[in-house]
């Protein structure tokens, strides 16, 4: 267990919808990232919070949102969906910033089906 | 930005045979290069990593090296085991402390 938690764990869903995920930190993370990884493929980066604050963003979709909240978790939207955004969603934390050696903690991740 | 490239994307080693990953990556920045393993339907979960102030690292049997001047990093598992099979991807950090991931390695260890 990473300490870092995801809900919900399974999501199916219709195209044209509106859905969230929800990640939780390992306790005293302050960063928080958002991956997509579609089947077969690998981590694509989407975004970066860091203490409220977006950071950096990756090949995230205009139709995806996110944002972290004062008690650190954060949240990514996805609106307008469509068949190829069917893909597990994780959610990463990490101690700091601009530490040097910053590990990502991955959480469990979120698997969105949408039909 | 960082572009991380990994070969090969599928590998096969009878148990006890040694595995090489291989990963190449763009942003002379960059300085901290982790390794994750992921196992089917699971998070992925770091088993190593090297910063950029050594060449190389040891744990048990997986070890990594890194060389700035040529830009690649390697993950070396010795003695497989069944349990090794999974998909590894490489990583590199950017200015801004994201990772950019490599594409992945499917290892299969044939007992």
């Known amino acids: 267990d990473s300490g870092v938690t995801q809900t919900p764990k399974h999501l199916i869903t219709a195209t044209g919808q509106r859905v969230t995920l929800r990640c939780s930190p390992r306790?005293?993370?302050?960063?928080v990232y958002w991956y997509q990884q579609s089947l077969d493929q690998g981590l694509q980066f989407l975004i970066q919070y860091y203490n409220g604050e977006e950071r950096a963003k990756g090949n995230i979709l205009e139709r995806f949102s996110a944002q972290q909240f004062p008690d650190l978790h954060s949240e990514l939207n996805l609106s307008s969906l469509e068949l190829g955004d069917s893909a597990l969603y994780f959610c990463?934390?990490?101690?700091?910033?601009?530490?040097?050696?910053?590990?990502?903690?991955f959480g469990p991740g979120t698997r969105l089906t949408v039909l | 930005g960082e572009n991380v490239e990994q070969h090969p994307s599928t590998l096969s080693v009878q148990e006890g045979d040694s595995a090489v990953i291989k990963c190449t990556y763009s942003?002379?920045?960059?300085?901290?290069f982790p390794w994750y393993k992921q196992e089917l339907g699971k998070r992925p979960q770091l088993i190593i990593d090297i910063r950029s102030n050594v060449g190389e690292k040891k744990d048990q049997r997986i070890a990594v090296t890194l060389n700035k001047t040529a830009k690649h990093f390697s993950l070396h598992i010795t003695e497989t085991q069944p349990e090794d099979s999974a998909v590894y991807f490489c990583?590199?950090?950017?200015?801004?402390?994201?990772?950019?991931f490599g594409t992945g390695t499917r290892l299969t260890v044939i007992p």
């Open positions: 990583a590199a950090n950017t200015g801004a402390n994201n990772l950019f």
């Open positions: 306790s005293g993370d302050l960063s």
């Open positions: 942003d002379s920045a960059s300085n901290y």
């Open positions: 990463a934390s990490s101690v700091a910033l601009r530490h040097p050696y910053n590990e990502q903690f």
